[in-house]
């Protein structure tokens, strides 16, 4: 392989992916796995292409794009940039993708300058990005602004420190043995409800969200962006209502997804006060990925995380008798969460740093 020249061209968004010219979109789903099994020897971290594709077709919520850096007609490596569709979206988050094979070419900073002409084409004054790291000691490791958790330096790191980025935040990864004994999943249920008492009670679906809970799922699901322990990396308020909760939907289950939400109601008032989400590929055997957990702020205290975590892994593990382990992602100052993880038998299996540039 020539490394006299780097090329980056955007990458080409197929209609379908039995087109002819879906090769370049496929090979960024295969890449992407590739990626993440040699960060981490996690591939399943990635979502399979058919479940991407749904997503860079609608461009209401999240605008998409890619490029795509060749040493003559070689792939030697891509970057995804995402653009929030709110009108007072600032930021553009970034993925990169370099695999083992390539590294030492210049390829990541190649990739990475490219970047900012895009976010400065788009109007942003901010790119965001996330690294994957093995939960190993070595001699270069990375503290993140917020002092909590520290993960190794890598190439990718060390090349976002090059660009300016600075990292911000360490989130945990986390996965539980869906096939272990349940019993502590349905005493910790019994024990929370029991301590929450009658103001609350569970609601569930799997995804299409029911006509009379969208509202309120929406209400919810908006305050993730800014309830959520997030250092400080800049995230802006998502909008919400029931029109973008449908359009989710039919995101996350255009490729035979099966998605499933528990959620607390609060009696009183009938709001949804905490939620958490589970979902699987149309591979029912792969693994189980744990989309969104969040307690309202102003309902914190109650152990309501504990009950719509257990309820939904139990009732996952009847609907999914197949899928082995689910996977999560949580900040490292997030200590409630991760004591709840921990109690129901979750295990740390790699760690994500959270990185911020401005322009």
Wanted: aromatic residues 6%.
């Amino acid at each position: 392989m020539s490394t006299t020249a780097i090329t980056i061209a955007p990458l080409h968004l197929p209609t379908s992916l039995s087109d002819e010219d879906a090769g370049e979109f496929r090979a960024y789903g295969d890449l992407n796995r590739l990626v993440c099994d040699e960060a981490v020897g996690l591939p399943d971290l990635a979502p399979d292409v058919e479940q991407m594709l749904p997503a860079w077709h609608d461009s209401t919520d999240t605008l998409s794009t890619g490029l795509v850096a060749r040493i003559g007609d070689d792939i030697v490596g891509m970057i995804t940039i995402d653009y929030a569709q709110e009108a007072d979206a600032h930021a553009a988050e970034i993925d990169v993708l370099v695999p083992d094979a390539c590294a030492g070419l210049g390829v990541e900073d190649a990739l990475l300058d490219a970047a900012v002409t895009e976010a400065r084409d788009h109007g942003r004054t901010l790119l965001q990005t996330w690294s994957l790291h093995r939960p190993l000691e070595t001699d270069r490791m990375i503290v993140p602004r917020t002092g909590w958790g520290r993960v190794p330096a890598t190439a990718l790191s060390d090349a976002l420190e090059r660009h300016g980025y600075v990292c911000e935040q360490v989130e945990r990864n986390s996965e539980l043995d869906l096939h272990a004994d349940p019993a502590p999943l349905v005493a910790a249920l019994a024990d929370a409800e029991a301590f929450a008492g009658r103001d609350y009670r569970t609601v569930h679906w799997m995804a299409p969200t029911p006509p009379e809970h969208r509202d309120g799922y929406a209400a919810i699901l908006a305050r993730l962006s800014t309830d959520a322990p997030s250092g400080d990396m800049e995230f802006v308020a998502e909008e919400w209502d029931a029109a973008r909760v449908v359009r989710r939907d039919a995101r996350n289950t255009a490729a035979g997804q099966a998605f499933s939400v528990v959620a607390v109601e609060h009696v009183p008032t009938g709001e949804l006060v905490a939620y958490n989400e589970l979902l699987i590929g149309a591979d029912r055997t792969g693994v189980t990925h744990q989309f969104g957990t969040l307690v309202a702020s102003h309902h914190r205290g109650h152990r309501l995380g504990m009950i719509v975590k257990c309820a939904n892994l139990l009732r996952w593990r009847e609907l999914m008798p197949s899928s082995a382990v689910v996977s999560t992602f949580n900040a490292e100052e997030n200590r409630p969460m991760l004591s709840i993880n921990e109690a129901i038998g979750f295990v740390p299996v790699s760690y994500a740093g959270a990185w911020q540039k401005r322009l």
